[in-house]
């Protein structure tokens, strides 16, 4: 799972795509899966954090009413996301998440 976490980092891989699949190719339950590929996850996005936050704080002016909007925005729709995902992996419809990532690769190509 980790090999496959670090070929998502070719642009268009998605990332808890590739690692769940590969867990469920090793074999692993479909539950354990999904929830130790949002655990993993978890290094990456704090990483971020800390990497953009530097970068907004060494900036001259800084808007914490954008920074507090964003953050909890971005945690409220990522929340229900996973939630959803993580409900679509375990009813083994992962196929749905395969649908949703076609349509909003071709929305990106055809808007981006």
Do not use: D, H, N
């Not at 690692?19 to 354990?32: D, H, I, Q, W």
């Not at 990522?78 to 995902?85: D, E, P, R, T």
């Amino acid at each position: 799972m980790g090999i496959a976490q670090a070929i998502a980092i070719i642009p268009g891989i998605s990332r808890s795509g590739s690692t769940v699949s590969a867990g469920m190719f090793l074999g692993m339950p479909r539950e354990k899966v999904a929830k130790f590929s949002f655990l993993m996850a978890l290094p990456i996005i704090f990483g971020a954090t800390i990497m953009e936050a530097r970068a907004a704080f060494s900036a001259e002016t800084f808007a914490w009413s954008g920074i507090i909007i964003g953050t909890a925005t971005a945690f409220l729709f990522g929340y229900f996301a996973v939630k959803w995902l993580l409900r679509a992996i375990i009813k083994g419809k992962l196929y749905l998440f395969g649908l949703y990532c076609l349509a909003v690769g071709f929305l990106a190509i055809i808007f981006g």
